[in-house]
């Protein structure tokens, strides 16, 4: 089974663009949590989408948004970007929604905002 | 609420000695407790987790932890270490509905020649 992909790998963008990142789970899964890591903060929970829907959200502003197709695969949006929005971008796919279920991450998506 | 504590930023060991990991947990009930490593450029990678029942977890590449909850610690443990396993560890719990999952801060193993 291919295990979660994440694209593209590395993006250079400058203060208030925008970009978007795309994650395909593991086949099956229906969850897709997206992460985000930084030195000073290290691993924060973004949001988690399940079946197409929202199902929770950590504590980022509104400029971070995301969605879900119906064939699981999740993109997440950062809008008018900030130097401080440089970070790895990780996602995940579980089985289920809940918190204990083990979670596959994919290699991340490196940010840097210039 | 729910936190997890790694004292140890940076850890460094020989090849071939034993590691032992530390984390501590604060969770409201029983708890749900994993442990990832990162490799440097990679992703999370899921070695083991404790739901219930033994406190001594085995997980993947000779890896162990022992639940106490007396001490509130899942401390992670490798009787013989390698090169390969030089990375950043990590322990976490489920979290509440604004968190999926908590992570502590990480370790960072390095091992010597």
């Known amino acids: 089974k291919a295990g979660v992909t994440q694209t593209p790998r590395y993006l250079i963008k400058t203060r208030g663009q925008q970009v978007t990142l795309s994650c395909s789970p593991i086949?099956?899964?229906?969850?897709v949590s997206w992460y985000q890591q930084t030195p000073g903060q290290g691993l924060q929970f973004l949001f988690e989408?399940?079946?197409?829907?929202?199902?929770n959200k950590g504590n980022f502003p509104g400029r971070f948004s995301g969605r879900q197709f119906s064939n699981s695969r999740s993109e997440m949006n950062v809008s008018t970007l900030e130097l401080g929005d440089s970070a790895l971008y990780l996602c995940?796919?579980?089985?289920?929604?809940?918190?204990?279920?083990?979670?596959?991450f994919g290699p991340g998506t490196r940010l840097t905002v210039l | 609420a729910q936190s997890v504590t790694q004292p140890d930023i940076h850890i460094t060991v020989s090849e071939g000695a034993s590691l032992e990991l530390r984390c501590n947990y604060s969770?409201?009930?029983?708890?749900?407790l994993f442990w990832y490593v990162q490799s440097p450029g990679q992703g999370l990678q899921l070695l083991l987790k404790?739901?219930?029942?033994?406190?001594l977890v085995q997980g993947i590449k000779g890896f162990e932890a022992e639940f106490k909850r007396s001490q509130s610690s899942f401390n992670l443990r490798k009787p013989s270490v390698h090169w390969s396993d030089a990375a950043e560890y990590f322990c976490?719990?489920?979290?509440?509905?604004?968190?999926?999952?908590?992570f502590g801060k990480g370790t960072r193993l390095h091992i010597l020649p």
């Open positions: 995940a796919s579980s089985l289920g929604s809940g918190g204990i279920d083990t979670q596959y």
């Open positions: 086949s099956g899964h229906r969850s």
């Open positions: 989408y399940f079946s197409e829907t929202q199902r």
């Open positions: 969770y409201g009930a029983t708890p749900y």
């Open positions: 404790y739901f219930s029942g033994d406190t």
């Open positions: 976490a719990v489920p979290g509440n509905r604004d968190d999926k999952i908590i």
